[in-house]
Every structure is written in structure tokens, then in C-alpha cells.
């Protein structure tokens, strides 16, 4: 069975991070291994000019992991933008579930971060497989609308609808 993916969505600066962020203690807390997936579509860089594992990749190297007793960190050239399937099925193999932050139009089940005060429009819809927004304010929508803070019961729906709850 796969791990399953809940995206979060939303408008630049609308707080996706910090839903993230306010999410994953709360899953923990409850029993479960979260993963996280930040896709970045500028790219990113976690190796540094002039370290060995930077040099073994500017010598060619179509892939160099980096590995310490108590972290791996796989960086590998890749052809196409993968994705979220790609990505859990080739990385991730020890959670429960993953969080995706980003890759607003993917297959999966969407939660959407909404700030009234960016005076902007809801980025999905219900045909978007959005499952519920995240808002500062209440939304008259045709899915579910939780307080933007109310983690608990934002948790309370992927536990519900996507995981197998725990016993204590």
C-alpha cells in the first residue's frame, strides 16, 4: 500500500510552511512517522562550492550521497521535474504519511492555505481534489473550511480520511 500524500496548498506567503510546520508535531504526537516534499521549481542547492561531496559531483558523478551517523542526503541529477509519485516511490520509504507543500497541481488529495488579508482567490476546487481549506476567515465553499490555527482538527481529518489511527 502506498504512503499517502496530502498537498498543501496555496498563494505565495499565504502560511503553507508554517501549517506545515504546525502539522507534523501534532501527526508525531500521535503515533505517526511523517515525511515532508518541498518542491522548489527555481531548484535548490544543499552541496557547497569546494566540499568533497560538491567535487565529486563537478567531476561527473551522476549521483553522490552524503552520509553521517544520524542523517543520509542523496543529491542526484535527474532528467524531468518529478513527480510526487516519483519521489515517494523512488525516497521515501519509512513514513505513514507525507506532506507535500507545493506542486499545486498534482492528483492528490489538496489542502488549501488561505489569507483573506492577500485579497487573492482560492488557487483550487473541489475538481482539483481539494479536501478542505485552511483560512483566516470562513469561506462559503463547497468543501470543508477549518480555522487556519485549528490543527487539531485539520489533523484530525487526515487521520480520519488517510490514516489508521493509533492506539495510545
Given at each position: 500500500?502506498?504512503?499517502?500524500?496530502?498537498?498543501?496548498?496555496?498563494?505565495?506567503?499565504?502560511?503553507?510552511t508554517?501549517?506545515?510546520?504546525k502539522?507534523?508535531?501534532?501527526?508525531?504526537?500521535?503515533?505517526?512517522r511523517v515525511?515532508?516534499?518541498?518542491?522548489?521549481?527555481?531548484?535548490?542547492?544543499i552541496?557547497?562550492?569546494?566540499?568533497d561531496?560538491?567535487?565529486?559531483?563537478?567531476?561527473?558523478?551522476?549521483?553522490t550521497v552524503i552520509?553521517?551517523?544520524?542523517?543520509?542526503?542523496?543529491?542526484?541529477?535527474?532528467?524531468?521535474?518529478?513527480?510526487?509519485?516519483?519521489?515517494?516511490?523512488?525516497y521515501?520509504?519509512?513514513?505513514?504519511?507525507?506532506?507535500?507543500?507545493?506542486?499545486?497541481?498534482?492528483?492528490?488529495?489538496?489542502?488549501?492555505v488561505?489569507r483573506?488579508?492577500?485579497?487573492?482567490?482560492?488557487?483550487?476546487?473541489?475538481?482539483?481534489?481539494?479536501?478542505?481549506?485552511?483560512?483566516?476567515a470562513?469561506?462559503?465553499?463547497?468543501?470543508?473550511?477549518?480555522?487556519?490555527?485549528d490543527?487539531?482538527?485539520?489533523?484530525d481529518?487526515?487521520?480520519?480520511?488517510?490514516?489508521?489511527?493509533k492506539?495510545?
Amino acid at each position: 500500500m502506498s504512503i499517502p500524500i496530502i498537498s498543501i496548498v496555496g498563494k505565495s506567503n499565504s502560511g503553507k510552511t508554517t501549517l506545515v510546520e504546525k502539522l507534523i508535531p501534532e501527526l508525531i504526537k500521535r503515533g505517526y512517522r511523517v515525511a515532508t516534499i518541498k518542491h522548489n521549481k527555481h531548484g535548490f542547492d544543499i552541496d557547497h562550492e569546494g566540499k568533497d561531496s560538491w567535487r565529486h559531483k563537478k567531476a561527473g558523478a551522476c549521483a553522490t550521497v552524503i552520509a553521517c551517523p544520524s542523517r543520509v542526503a542523496l543529491i542526484e541529477d535527474i532528467k524531468h521535474d518529478y513527480s510526487l509519485d516519483e519521489i515517494r516511490n523512488n525516497y521515501i520509504k519509512n513514513a505513514d504519511v507525507i506532506l507535500a507543500e507545493g506542486f499545486k497541481g498534482n492528483p492528490f488529495p489538496k489542502i488549501e492555505v488561505f489569507r483573506s488579508e492577500l485579497k487573492r482567490e482560492l488557487l483550487c476546487g473541489k475538481e482539483d481534489n481539494l479536501l478542505a481549506i485552511a483560512a483566516d476567515a470562513h469561506l462559503d465553499t463547497d468543501v470543508l473550511c477549518f480555522d487556519i490555527n485549528d490543527i487539531r482538527s485539520i489533523t484530525d481529518l487526515i487521520e480520519n480520511k488517510f490514516l489508521k489511527p493509533k492506539l495510545a
